[in-house]
């Protein structure tokens, strides 16, 4: 188990060492994250290589590298047939660094990170005839800070759309931890923060992922080259 400060270490040793670059690092993840996710994906026979062919898919990218994980995991689902829609959190034209570089190899359409945007896929999903929309929670990762209120309150009133009668039910993906979540500490950086069904994390699990309140959620550990 490793706290953010000891997984920042490691991720620059690597880096810094010439054995891998920050980019190389981002594409493991964002592949581990698919694989992980075609393992599960819901009402799939467990056999199908890509059970996520023809379906819209959900993706919140956030303005750092997390969310860059997130331009990963969305280029490597369409890539695969998925009909992705890819929600940003700021503007993705002012990422930096290795982020920047995955947001530039998604080179697919980027909507606006608001209730409104994401009601209005989950109608589109209902009416091609999906029983699930997959939603990728790649929003803030291990380095998020509260108080965070006005990104998930958004989030949460797309979960309230779907239940409240719109015969779609939500299977959210988080990409190292869900959003609202201090990684070390496990505390609430929001009023209503976000919830997976499961969550992909990477090299080694962080201390919120054995807390109490995450033990209904499956974990799933990506090796992502980093020494152990």
Known sequence: MLTISQMRAAEAEAINSGRVTGFELMERAGAGVVAAMAERWPGSDGITAAP???QIVLVLCGPGNNGGDGYVVARRLAEGGADVRVLALGDPAELKGDARLAFDAWQGATGPFTRNAMCA???EAVA???DWLVIVDALFGIGQRGPLDKVTDPVGALIDHMMGGAGLA?????VDLPTGYDADT????AR???WADLTVTFHAPKPVHGMPHFLDTELVIVDIGLPQ
């Open 52 to 54: 996520y062919a023809g």
């Open 121 to 123: 896929i989950a109608d």
């Open 128 to 130: 091609r005839g999906q």
């Open 170 to 174: 939500p299977f959210t993906v988080a």
């Open 186 to 189: 496990g505390e609430a950086l």
């Open 192 to 194: 209503r923060p976000l």
